[in-house]
């Protein structure tokens, strides 16, 4: 229409406003108190779902799905075969893995899951929400608030205010594209200051 190739409007698309809100996430000291409550829970998938999901910046159903099979202990590796942006290799702490090794040691034999689940239709759990909500309540925090996908926006978060670059952070987090990961970048200010530090540093005193 502004062009002046049509003399007539076919259809009227409104713009969404863009997503500006606050992304909430945990302090280090709310993981390890969600941490501590998971594993004292009475459902047995919470503290290893809370422990990857912290230690990964993996998605919800990224973590239930995970087999044995994909976990590399020596590359220090979880295969995503089915991520959101394609297959990618998930990496993980060499604390995490230690973990994990305790962790399938604790499991049958006969599954290939780590959170297997008889009666789901896929062989594995497919939903943990109704645990994790009495997990973050007895963590002194708001289950309404902090949802399970609130564990990716923390372990992002972390590894920015951290000073990871973002294009680290996106081969971590799995993200498409870094406007996706800038996102994080604004919740604190600290690695930008610290970054201009760096160029005061570099340039001395000028003027």
Known sequence: MDWGWLKFRPAK???????NDKIAYLAVDQVKRLVEEARLDRDPRMYPFVMIAAGTAMRKMEVLSIRKEHIDFERLLILVPKAKA???EQPITKQLAA??????????DNTPWLFPFST???GHSVEVRNSFR??????GLDPDVIVRHTLRHTAITHLVQAGVDLP???RISGHKTLIMVERYAHQN??????AMDVLDDRYGELG
């Open 99 to 108: 973990f994990l090794r305790w962790y399938v040691n604790t499991l049958p």
């Open 13 to 19: 698309i409104e713009r969404l406003k863009e997503d």
């Open 120 to 122: 789901s239709r896929t």
């Open 86 to 88: 394609g297959m990618r």
């Open 134 to 139: 009495r997990v973050v309540a007895a963590a």
């Open 168 to 170: 680290t952070v996106k």
């Open 189 to 194: 200010g600290e690695p930008i200051q610290a």
